[in-house]
């Protein structure tokens, strides 16, 4: 089915550890993003990618990198992980950035939890 | 700065209608409505432009008012399957969108 895959669902860190998230889409959309959900806090923009070769950050970068490997494919990593960083990471695509895409498709989400 | 979405949460019963408020402190460009169920991801209900027609999805609709930088998403005689957290999220013409704290609606038999 076309959409948004992210891998891992589930992840359990220790403080310290550095993971990758995977996010790729099959939609030949231009644009990526990634947010981070926490209860209370809605949906706040870590990440994104207007179109490939050029990634920026959004409202909560800190602690965050991103590569947009190609047109498909937009990665997350956690270089030391915190637990401040447990939350439900959503990946996300759109046709263009802004104004110009019509609406998000959002992947299934990733549950990290550090400890 | 997020937009700032009124009520926090609602509780209807079904055939009953709501009005979600979403009120952003910049200029907006455009706003998109999403609907997300506990445990699944946010799903695209419609986009708001800048100068544009009032939107429907299904018995949904909602309005943008440019000047007072709100838009209001309207759910007309409720169904249980609209229970869920509505979230908006405005563009600025900064190419990405913030999204608000979201609305918990739930719809009661």
């Known amino acids: 089915n076309a959409g948004v895959t992210q891998t891992p669902k589930f992840q359990v860190l220790k403080t310290g550890q550095s993971m990758t998230l995977q996010c790729a889409q099959d939609?030949?959309?231009?644009?990526m993003y990634w947010y981070r959900q926490d209860p209370g806090m809605g949906l706040r923009l870590i990440y994104y990618?207007?179109?490939?070769?050029?990634?920026d950050k959004g409202e909560v970068p800190n602690g965050y990198n991103v590569s947009r490997l190609n047109k498909r494919e937009f990665s997350l990593r956690l270089e030391s992980a915190a637990p401040s960083q447990t939350s439900v990471y959503f990946c996300?695509?759109?046709?263009?950035?802004?104004?110009?895409?019509?609406?998000?498709?959002f992947g299934s989400g990733t549950r990290l939890t550090v400890v | 700065q997020q937009p700032v979405q009124s009520p926090q949460a609602v509780i209807l019963r079904e055939g009953e209608d709501a009005v979600i408020n979403c009120s952003s402190s910049?200029?907006?460009?455009?706003v998109h409505w999403y609907r997300q169920k506990h445990g699944e991801a946010p799903v695209f209900l419609m986009i708001?432009?800048?100068?544009?027609e009032q939107m429907r999805h299904e018995k949904i609709s909602a309005s943008f008012n440019e000047k007072k930088q709100q838009s209001s998403l309207y759910l007309t005689a409720s169904q249980l399957s609209y229970s869920g957290t509505y979230f908006c999220?405005?563009?600025?013409?900064?190419?990405?969108?913030?999204f608000g704290t979201g609305t918990r609606l739930k719809v009661l038999a």
């Open positions: 999220g405005t563009d600025s013409g900064t190419y990405k969108y913030i």
């Open positions: 996300a695509s759109s046709e263009w950035a802004g104004t110009g895409g019509l609406g998000y498709t």
């Open positions: 939609m030949n959309h231009n644009s």
């Open positions: 990618s207007a179109s490939e070769g050029t990634t």
């Open positions: 708001l432009l800048k100068g544009g």
């Open positions: 910049k200029a907006l460009y455009s």
